[in-house]
Nanobody, 124 residues
């Protein structure tokens, strides 16, 4: 079992930046593909970004491409989501997710492990 805890959320003005951190415990994440999802009030949880196990390939939703960057530090068992040029529509609860030795996919059902989420609010 792997446990995930997100942090780094907060209130920021449009155009600002935040870095989310996902701290993993229980297992080393080097064999896990790590995903980021978000859920705004009244909306479904949607895929944001992911970074693969092994080669560390990344994939992003079109809505965040060029603004968000996902990275990982397997030695520290941490995954990061750097969010730049934030927009009010980025406001949501952001979740970290993991799946063992599997390719990147955007469907939330394929990820077996989830954190509790961290709130990101972008003011206009």
């Amino acid at each position: 079992q792997v446990q995930l805890v997100e942090s780094g959320g907060g209130l920021v003005q449009a155009g600002g930046s935040l870095r989310l951190t996902c701290a993993a415990s229980g297992r080393t994440i080097s064999s896990y593909t790590m995903g980021w999802f978000r859920q705004a009030p009244g909306k479904d949880r949607e895929f944001v970004a992911a970074i693969s196990w092994g080669a560390g390939n990344t994939f992003y939703a079109d809505s965040v491409k060029g603004r968000f960057t996902s990275s990982r530090d397997n030695a520290k068992n941490m995954v990061y989501l750097q969010m730049n040029s934030l927009k009010p529509e980025d406001t949501a609860v952001y979740y970290c997710a993991a799946k063992l030795k599997a390719p990147i996919t955007t469907g939330r059902d394929s990820y077996g492990y989830w954190g509790q989420g961290t709130q990101v609010t972008v003011s206009s």
